[in-house]
């Protein structure tokens, strides 16, 4: 069974730009989530889809970042326009329905914004 | 809302000492533990998970404690090999609106010398 996969691995962008990093989750899996860890930091949240409604978007930092997931399957998160304090490792994670469920990551894209 | 503290950031041992990492959370509510792995160029994989009706949880050369009074837990290495070197996260996860909301520590970047 294929894990969760992220594209691109890395992006590197100049302030002002805009970056589209997407998330396939294991096949099956109805919830998604996105992470953000900042160098030397904690992973931290930034939202929760259940299938293709956003549960919790409590971690997103700003409304420069736009996350969807149409049709329930994949996910992607936009952020525009990028700022320096964007950059950072982007992490997706999936789990089946259910609480107490692990969460499977991907391995994350990693976005340099100069 | 929920705080997970690690220590310590870095940890060095010589192959074959244990490691110990810990980490303290605040949520009282929090009632399930996971650990996570990272390696190099990957994303993070559960290696072990405690629940908050268990005080120890054991597989093979790892183990974890959790004092919930205190509101504690640690990871336990036994027997350190260098493919242990990694960064390990743990975290805390409580149950919030009928799903598992996880909080991460800031990550434990072991070196095991050979």
């Known amino acids: 069974e294929a894990g969760v996969t992220q594209f691109p691995s890395h992006s590197v962008i100049e302030k002002g730009q805009t970056v589209t990093l997407r998330c396939d989750p294991i096949?099956?899996?109805?919830?998604l989530y996105w992470y953000r860890r900042v160098m030397g930091k904690e992973i931290k949240f930034l939202l929760h889809?259940?299938?293709?409604?956003?549960?919790?978007e409590s971690g997103m930092p700003n409304n420069r970042f736009l996350a969807e997931r149409t049709g329930g399957t994949y996910s992607t998160l936009k952020v525009q326009p990028a700022e320096l304090e964007d950059s950072g490792v982007y992490f997706c994670?999936?789990?089946?329905?259910?609480?107490?469920?692990?969460?499977?990551f991907g391995p994350g894209t990693r976005l340099l914004v100069l | 809302g929920e705080n997970v503290e690690q220590h310590p950031s870095t940890l060095s041992v010589q192959e074959g000492d244990s490691a110990v990492i810990k980490c303290t959370y605040s949520?009282?509510?929090?009632?399930?533990f996971p650990w996570y792995k990272q390696e190099l160029g990957k994303g993070p994989q559960l290696i072990i998970d405690?629940?908050?009706?268990?005080g120890e949880k054991k597989d093979q050369r790892i183990a974890v404690t959790l004092n919930k009074t205190a509101k504690h837990f640690s990871l336990h290495i036994t027997e350190t090999q260098p493919e242990d070197s990694a960064v390990y996260f743990c975290?805390?996860?409580?149950?919030?609106?009928?799903?598992?909301?996880?909080?991460f520590g800031t990550g434990t970047k072991l070196q095991v010398i050979p």
């Open positions: 975290a805390a996860s409580r149950d919030s609106g009928g799903y598992q909301k996880v909080t």
């Open positions: 994670a999936s789990s089946p329905e259910g609480l107490g469920e692990t969460q499977y």
């Open positions: 949520d009282s509510a929090s009632n399930y």
């Open positions: 889809f259940v299938k293709e409604s956003k549960q919790d």
């Open positions: 405690i629940r908050s009706n268990v």
């Open positions: 096949s099956g899996h109805d919830n």
